[in-house]
C-alpha cells in the first residue's frame, strides 16, 4: 500500500473563519479557495510512503515541542503556482523546533532526504491573481497544541486531506 502523506497543523472554526475573512479582505482575492477543511499548515511534505506508518507514527510520538502561538500576519503570492497565503512575520522557535525534530527522526530512518527551506504559511487560494505582501486589517491569532499527520487524496472530491493520526504539543 502507498499513500502520499505530509505533517501539517489545521486551524480550529474560529480560526478558518478568520483566515476566510482575511482571504476577503484582500483586494485581488480571486482565485480558487480550498474546501474550508483542507485549510492547513504543511510542516514536513513526505510524499509517497509505502509500507507499514509504524515508523513515521514513532518518530511523531517522540516529539517534545511545547503548545504555542503564531500570528499570521502577511499575505505573499508565488506567481509560478498562483498560490496566494497568509503567513507569520515571525516564526515561533517552537514551530522551527517541530518541523527539525521532525526531519530529524524521519531523516534518520530514511523516509526524506534534502527537504528545501520552510517556509510557514497556509495558502487561501490557487489560480489567484499577484498581490501586494502588506497584511490583513486584522492578524489571525492562532494558538497551536497539536500537530497532524494527513494523507492527501487529490484524486477525489474536496476536501483532499484527511487527518490520520495527531499528537499533543507537550513537554514531558
Ligand atoms: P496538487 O499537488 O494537486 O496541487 P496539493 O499541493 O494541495 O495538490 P499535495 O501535493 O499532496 O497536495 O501537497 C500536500 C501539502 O504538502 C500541500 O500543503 C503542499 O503545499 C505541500 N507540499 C507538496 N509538495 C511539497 C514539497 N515538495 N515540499 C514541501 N511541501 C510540499
Ligand atoms: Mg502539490
Redesign the pocket.
Known sequence: MSR?L?F?LKPDEKVRNALDRAARSQPDFKGRP?HPE?L???L??L?QVEGRLDPVLEVASRVQVPPFSMTLDRFGFWPR?G?LFLRPSVTPEPLFQLVRSLEKGLEACGFISD??EYKPHV?LS?KSQPVAAEGPGKPVEWNLDRFCL?V?Q?AQDPP??RIINHWPLALP
Open positions: 502520499r505530509f501539517g480550498p483542507d492547513h499548515m504543511t514536513l511534505f510524499g503556482s498560490i527537504q528545501q495558502t490557487r494527513y492527501s487529490p483532499y486531506y
